[in-house]
């Protein structure tokens, strides 16, 4: 069943897509979410709303995900295993297509241990796998994981996450064609710093047909300082960034604008690039750089579908 999406429809009529992240505000207001969606409005064709990223409790991924809609942009929410059992995911499910939410992201989700709640009890009741097969079952044949069927009808647009760089990387497409084969429509990958590495794990993805099956759609993160191009090469789990990137980093005057250009000059390669059909911009606390970026990477304006 086709969603309808704004997302869905650029990406059936082959356009180069572009999403990115909003962060839910670790508070109430209402307000913080429109002036983010304001700035992002005319930017990308969907934005994302994260659940508890990095393990910090926020705002909910669908209560975002509804005043990102009223606002008038195409939602894609979040929903990490981490949080929640299959009854209350399930249960969202349908409260979010309730309120017309038609982009679903499944993800596993950061450990808690990362978090502000670091002696939390994780659920992890379903795998983020299990989680797409879910949300596939429930959209193609209006039944709950028990086999129990519900009234109306789920037209969703299923996504799911891909890590090119993860250990060993020669695995890695495989992962990629078991979430697309359990019902993943689009995918939304880890930051691509290590253009080589990636473009050779694309090479594998289109070798299978995979980019026929599902949307690539290659993450990017626009580094602000040097301390985080450190902190990403050595801690963050799943992201390769180069020496020579942080280099870079450490000899710039500005070292802002030398990530925005890091990042405009990998999304160069990431237009060119066989398979990939899309990017997704994570500007971390920084979405009002995103449509600099679209519009300095020369996808501006935005297909009105």
């Given at each position: 069943m086709k969603s309808g999406s704004n997302l869905e429809n650029v990406l059936a009529a082959g356009h180069f897509a572009v999403t990115a992240e909003l962060g839910p505000p670790k508070g109430t207001s209402r307000r913080a979410v429109e002036r983010k969606a304001e700035i992002l409005r005319n930017a990308v064709d969907a934005v994302n709303l994260t659940d508890n990223q990095t393990?910090?409790?926020?705002?909910?991924?669908?209560?975002?995900?509804?005043?990102?809609?009223?606002?008038?942009?195409?939602?894609?929410?979040?929903?990490?295993?981490?949080?929640?059992?299959?009854?209350?995911?399930q249960a969202d499910v349908l409260g979010a297509s309730a309120l017309g939410i038609k982009n679903i992201l499944a993800l596993s989700g950061d450990h808690q241990r990362f978090g502000n709640h670091p002696t939390a009890k994780n659920v992890y009741d379903l795998d983020s796998l299990h989680l797409v097969q879910t949300l596939a079952t429930m959209r193609d044949e209006g039944k709950f994981l028990s086999g129990d069927t519900f009234q109306g009808q789920l037209p969703l647009f299923v996504g799911a996450a891909a890590n090119p760089y993860g250990d060993p990387f020669e695995f890695r497409v495989f992962r990629l064609a078991k979430k697309i084969k359990a019902g993943a429509e689009f995918i939304q990958t880890q930051a691509v710093f290590n253009v080589p590495k990636f473009a050779e794990y694309m090479r594998l993805v289109c070798e299978m047909g995979l980019d026929k099956k599902a949307h690539i759609l290659a993450g990017v993160i626009p580094m602000k300082s040097v301390g985080m191009a450190r902190y990403m090469r050595d801690y963050v789990a799943g992201v390769d960034v180069p020496t020579e990137l942080v280099t870079r980093m450490e000899n710039a005057k500005d070292s802002k604008e030398e990530g925005v250009k890091i990042c405009l000059e990998i999304i160069e390669q990431l237009v060119a690039m066989p398979g990939v059909h899309g990017i997704h911009i994570m500007a971390v606390g920084w979405e009002e750089i995103v449509p600099t970026i679209v519009q300095e990477a020369h996808l501006l304006p935005r297909p009105s579908l």
């Open positions: 393990a910090i409790t926020r705002m909910s991924s669908l209560a975002t995900s509804v005043i990102v809609k009223q606002a008038g942009l195409d939602p894609v929410m979040q929903i990490t295993c981490r949080d929640r059992n299959r009854l209350a995911i």
